[in-house]
């Protein structure tokens, strides 16, 4: 069965550092793979997918994710955070070819110190 | 509107009442999802619709929970003899595209969100 593990659930890092969410799926093939934010008051947005191709992917607000196959994740990255950046995230997986009955992580809740 | 719109946004209610929740997705899309996200927990699939049609309701945790979407346009979910178990934010979400390989953007849009208590 398709599952996701986001072993980190609080993160608290300082504006302008780095930052990396951890995310590990199990899955039998190469899976899609997505990030999402949950920021107060509002719904879940997309931050950015991986279908294929480049294992590089950049998304909105300056975010990127890298998926290695070896290793089974789909690690989220950010060079420098914004106080902005405070939210909830959930990594998410979906079947290829299949409709968007996405299997999500438990999320990291990221704070940002000035 | 502009996105995917839910109400009510928040619902107290005592057990063992009937509770529906209402989803009005983004005009167009024909694909449409319930999700329930526990405290905690990330959001966990219900049921989805494409068209009029409940393509897939595996995810509905019993049959006190029920979905309808008649006209391929709004949806309500429908909990009957509500439990304290119940208490989650539910989701809704809407896509453009079914979700077959050349036309799945991947993307959901999500509401809000119905936040439900039942005490």
């Known amino acids: 069965a398709q599952s996701v593990t986001q072993p980190d659930i609080h993160i608290t890092v300082s504006e302008g550092a780095s930052l990396e969410l951890r995310c590990n799926y199990s899955y039998g093939a190469t899976p899609y793979l997505f990030w999402y934010v949950q920021s107060p008051g509002q719904g879940l947005q997309l931050l950015l997918k991986?279908?294929?191709?480049?294992?590089l992917v950049q998304g909105i607000k300056g975010f990127e994710a890298e998926f290695k196959r070896s290793q089974s994740s789909f690690n989220l990255r950010k060079p420098s955070v914004h106080w902005s950046d405070a939210a909830e995230y959930f990594c998410?997986?979906?079947?290829?070819?299949?409709?968007?009955?996405?299997?999500f992580g438990a999320g990291t809740r990221l704070a940002v110190h000035p | 509107g502009a996105g995917v719109s839910q109400t009510p946004s928040n619902k107290v209610t005592e057990k063992g009442k009937y509770v529906e929740l209402r989803c009005d997705p983004i005009?167009?899309?024909?694909?449409l999802y319930w999700y329930r996200q526990s405290l905690g927990q990330g959001p966990e699939f219900l049921i989805y619709f494409q068209g009029t049609g409940a393509a897939d309701d595996s995810g509905l945790p019993n049959d006190r929970f029920f979905a309808v979407r008649p006209e391929g346009s709004v949806s309500t979910l429908k909990i009957q003899r509500t439990e304290r178990g119940d208490s989650a934010v539910y989701l809704c979400?809407?896509?453009?595209?079914?979700?077959?390989?050349?036309?799945?953007?991947?993307?959901?849009?999500f509401g809000e969100g119905s936040r439900l208590t039942v005490l």
């Open positions: 979400a809407s896509s453009l595209h079914t979700g077959t390989r050349t036309g799945n953007t991947g993307e959901l849009f």
């Open positions: 991986y279908f294929s191709g480049d294992t």
């Open positions: 998410a997986v979906g079947a290829p070819g299949g409709y968007n009955k996405l299997i």
């Open positions: 005009s167009g899309h024909t694909a």
